[in-house]
Structures are given as structure tokens and as C-alpha cells.
């Protein structure tokens, strides 16, 4: 699973192409594990990225990647991607189904939306094993694939679309729930980019002027992004207790260690002027990365409670090493908060342990993980189970910019 870059530094990329001595040169100067680097020729190897595969620390590195500048450009400045707009996800049995819609999609317009299962794709069952990237072809504007979909009333609708230039739009869905004259804030989203924070300040300016008490964050299709971005979120929700704590602590190799650095929580024009005591996560195995790394951010400054699964399990960032035609993302530090607590690459653990039900829309107070934090908020305990209930792998079988976005 090629997961999203932590961080990223679009500002003085080089002019030159990446090659691939040039990429093991690098790897070995700043790469966080770079004494597990072999001594090897790169010409020898036929790409980037199978030159990447061959001096990577595996198992543990499973992010470290090459991509095309390009690609990266339009993701982290312009929080755009070339695809059909629908995140694509697998349940325990292996069937697909659309988890989500962004805004404006071709997608969106005819009709497509969360709870609707994905039966094939150009006429494959994409089941278990079958290469999903394979099946969608080039990200190329234009590019046409049908969908067999079964709608939530078991209709069948088969549909060819094209994909698009796609504007991510980083909130999928936000509301005020009062839970018996309790106040919550609930947020569904779904990716850090830079982008999304006038999203989000428009959100917690509604939660400021109606003085919310709970304080619920649904990361459960949330691959991560930029880890400013999570600073800014948990600078919105920590209040005035947190500002100019540490949020977050990156640590470097000991070649680099003269990098460390910390990041204090900042006072926001709409941070929340009352801190909650508590703040709820929905998470999942897709809760990766800058997602972690706000939950774990938070921790040393109000109780943090997870409903779901334990996330994904990402406890190191990059700091990308841009070319005029590709874009390294080496692992280059590990995350910490303010108690030095992080290297939880087996995921934070969750409080109670629920499936979702894809069928049922986000906000909807009987969708079965809002529907545990409503819970607790009333009566203080959980109905889920308090152990993880599988080593189910979430995502399997998206590649490439697909894992970056969550979405296909």
C-alpha cells in the first residue's frame, strides 16, 4: 500500500530529471533508515521505483515511493486528481462499494452514491487478487470505464464514465447533533490538504457560534496528507488549553538529527473557545498517517476515544524531493506528540470495535459507528467489543496516486 506523503515542499523544486543515481545518492543521505541500504549498482535496475523496491527496510517501509511531478503538483497544490471521483471500498467478504462521492463528479451527477456496490468493472468481477489499477487504465482525462453498480433498492444500473479533472473537496459531510441537549460536532473527513482548511474554519466557525460540547472527527476513509493540515485541525479543536503546546515532534535519522523539530498548536481565528474534555475519532485500517498523527497529537490534552478499528499504523512522514519530472517520497522522520509516545506502526488501538454499515448515509444517528460514540455520549460505555476482532488488511489493492486520494 503506497501511502501518502506526510509533507511536502513545493517551493524550490529541482530543474533537473530525477535518475536513478541520483535517487540512491538521496536515499542514502536522508532516508530514515538509510544503514539498511544495500550496496548496489542502480543502472542495473529497469525503473525508479524497482530500484526503490530493492533498498527499501521491508516489511516495515511500505511508503517510501516514486511519482510523477505532475501528479504530485496537482494533488498537494491544487487538491485535484484525475479519476471518476468515488472512493472505492472493500468489506470483509471481498465485494466492493462506492464509500463516498466527491462534489460535482460526473459520478455524483448520475447518480452514483455511498452504499451502491460495485459488481464489475469493464466487465470483470473485481474480487480478491484482481488488479484494480489494471482494470481503470491510464489516469488520462477521458479515459472511459464501465461500471456495473447494484443500487441500495438492489437495482442494477450500468454506467460509462469518463474520467475527469476531479476537485477533492476534503468534508464530506458536517452537522450539529443534539444528543439528549448535548451539543456535537461532527465532521466527516476525508483528506489533509491544504486546500481544506476554509472548509474547515467555515465548520468550526458553526461550532464556535453554537457552542458545541462533543466534538466527534469520522477519519475512517482518511489516507492522511499534510501534517500542517492536521495541525491545523487539532488547533481548531484543542482550545485554549493547547495553544503553543507541542503538537507534534518529528525525529530524524542520526545523520539528520540536527532537523528535529517540534510543531505548537496555534490559535486560530475559529478555534474552539471552550476545549472539549473529550474528543471522539470514527477510524479504521484506512485511517492512516497525518490522521494518526492528529489523534495521537491530541491525546496529551483531552481524552481521545476510537470507535471502528485500529488505524492503519504510520508513525513517519517525508518531506518530498521534488524533480522536474518525478517526485521522491522518502520516509525521512518519525512522528511523536508531547509525551513522546508514537512508533505505533500496528495502528492506534480503538475503544470499541464496530463494522461499518456501508448502507447507511453519513449524519444518519443508526449508521453503526456514529451510532456507538451517540451511545456513549448518553451513557458513558460502549456496546462494541473492546479487542480487535481481526488482521483484516483494508485497501489492498489501491496503487499509486489511488492510495494518495482514497479514491478511484
Given amino acids: 500500500m503506497g501511502m501518502v506523503s506526510c509533507e511536502h515542499n513545493i517551493l524550490n523544486p529541482e530543474k533537473t530529471k530525477l535518475t536513478k543515481s ?3 545518492e538521496v536515499m542514502k543521505d536522508v532516508y530514515l533508515w538509510y544503514d539498511t541500504i544495500p550496496e ?75 452504499g451502491w456496490e460495485i459488481l464489475s468493472i469493464n466487465g470483470v468481477n473485481p474480487g480478491p487478487g484482481v488488479n484494480i489499477d489494471t482494470l481503470l487504465g491510464y489516469d488520462e482525462v477521458g479515459i ?4 456495473q453498480f447494484r443500487n441500495k433498492q ?32 461532527y465532521l466527516v473527513y ?45 488547533s481548531l479543536i484543542a482550545g485554549q488549553k493547547a495553544i503553543k503546546g507541542t503538537f507534534v515532534k518529528y525525529e530524524y535519522s542520526d545523520k539528520q538529527s540536527h532537523l528535529n523539530l517540534s510543531r505548537p498548536f496555534q ?3 475559529h478555534t474552539l473557545t471552550s476545549t472539549p474534555e473529550r474528543v471522539f475519532f470514527i477510524a479504521t485500517g484506512r485511517t492512516a498517517s497525518s490522521s494518526e498523527a492528529l489523534i495521537n497529537g491530541l491525546s496529551p490534552y483531552v481524552d481521545v476515544f476510537q470507535v471502528g478499528d485500529d488505524s492503519y499504523g504510520k508513525p513517519v512522514g517525508s518531506i518530498s524531493k521534488i524533480y522536474s519530472d518525478s517526485t521522491l517520497i522518502p520516509i525521512m522522520f518519525e512522528l511523536y506528540n508531547r ?63 489511488h492510495s494518495l486520494t482514497g479514491a478511484i
Avoid: C
Fill in 22 to 24: 541520483t535517487l540512491y
Fill in 40 to 114: 548496489v549498482n542502480p543502472d542495473e535496475y529497469p525503473s525508479l521505483q524497482a530500484l526503490l523496491d530493492a533498498i527499501t527496510a521491508k516489511p516495515l517501509d511500505r511508503w517510501t515511493s516514486v511519482m510523477g511531478t505532475e501528479d504530485y503538483y496537482r494533488l498537494y497544490d491544487r487538491a485535484e486528481y484525475i479519476g471518476h471521483g468515488f472512493g472505492m471500498v472493500d468489506d470483509p467478504a471481498g465485494n466492493l462499494w462506492v464509500g463516498f462521492v466527491y462534489d460535482g463528479t460526473s459520478a455524483g451527477m448520475q447518480g452514483v452514491e455511498r
Fill in 144 to 147: 472511459e470505464n464501465t461500471f
Fill in 154 to 185: 438492489g437495482g442494477i444500473t450500468s454506467l460509462t464514465l469518463a474520467k475527469e479533472l476531479v476537485d477533492i473537496n476534503s468534508v464530506l459531510y458536517s452537522d450539529i447533533i443534539d444528543v439528549d441537549g448535548v451539543k456535537a460536532g
Fill in 190 to 234: 476525508q483528506h489533509f490538504l491544504f486546500e481544506s482548511t476554509s472548509e474547515l474554519d467555515a465548520i468550526f466557525k458553526e461550532f464556535q457560534e453554537n457552542n458545541v460540547q462533543e466534538v466527534i472527527v469520522d477519519l475512517r476513509y482518511n489516507p492522511g496528507g499534510q501534517v500542517n493540515v492536521a495541525q491545523y485541525l487539532a
Fill in 267 to 269: 490559535d486560530l481565528e
Fill in 339 to 401: 509525551w513522546d509516545e508514537g512508533e505505533y506502526y500496528d495502528g492506534l488501538p480503538a475503544d470499541s470495535y464496530l463494522e461499518e454499515d456501508i448502507l447507511i448515509d453519513f449524519g444518519d444517528p443508526d449508521e453503526i459507528l456514529l451510532k456507538e460514540v451517540l451511545y456513549y455520549i448518553k451513557n458513558e460505555n460502549w456496546t462494541g467489543s473492546g479487542s480487535k476482532k481481526s488482521d483484516r488488511e483494508y485497501w489492498p489493492r489501491l496503487k499509486g496516486i
